[in-house]
């Protein structure tokens, strides 16, 4: 297993107009571990994940995926990286199996496989029965589901989520968790900002922030 860290920072600070929106934070996630971000509202995790993803830039310090400074302009990098941390966008006439089918065709290629990784991942997350079903006939926790099926459908190394538990009732928490642990055994790295105790008890370490 490589030594190189899948997920770290070092002294990540930032500050917004005298306003400190994440204190120095350092850490490192190794390839094929699942780490959770914990903390108040207002402690920096949001705006940690949006360092990595280069929405938000640091005041100090640094933060890198496999060693190197995201830049999701790169190909390479936005192959590299999913995350659920913005909205997912989502198309009002397409049913969810079309658009998990669609996300995987564009990343993997419109194989014979394609449509078989996207059953998968719709299975796993409890959404095969309401494949048919257009976006707006879901309810929110439905949604976040199939919020994280467009993303984790993606072929991804790294993964970074903003509280995937929103909107979940306690079994659907404990699927995600067990989901997201499962996919770890499997190589993937993932960072997650989350309030949620089954996560936190799911996951292989954790970073506190404020």
């Given at each position: ?45 949001t705006t940690?994940?949006?360092?990595f ?22 190909p ?28 995987a065709a564009?990343?993997?290629?419109d ?57 979940l009732?306690s ?40």
């Amino acid at each position: 297993m490589s030594k190189v860290p899948a997920i770290a920072a070092e002294d990540a600070t930032v500050v917004l107009d005298g306003t400190t929106l994440l204190a120095p934070t350092t850490f490192a996630v190794m390839p094929g571990k699942f780490w959770c971000l914990t903390g108040s509202n207002g402690s920096g995790k949001t705006t940690l994940l949006r360092a990595f993803l280069g929405s938000r830039r640091l005041t100090g310090g640094a933060v890198r995926v496999h060693g190197e400074t995201v830049d999701l302009a790169r190909p390479r990098h936005r192959r590299l990286m999913a995350s659920l941390v913005e909205p997912v966008p989502v198309a009002r006439d397409m049913t969810l199996r079309e658009q998990v089918t669609l996300v995987a065709a564009s990343w993997h290629g419109d194989t014979t496989t394609t449509a078989e990784r996207a059953e998968e991942v719709t299975g796993q997350l409890g959404l095969s029965a309401l494949a048919e079903r257009f976006p707006s006939q879901l309810s929110s926790g439905q949604l976040q589901l199939f919020s994280l099926a467009l993303t984790l459908v993606r072929p991804a190394e790294v993964v970074l989520l903003d509280e995937p538990e929103r909107h979940l009732d306690s079994d659907r928490v404990d699927l995600v968790a067990t989901l997201l642990a499962e996919r770890a055994e499997q190589g993937t790295s993932f960072l997650v900002a989350t309030h949620e105790a089954a996560m936190v008890d799911a996951c292989d370490g954790v970073m506190e922030l404020g």
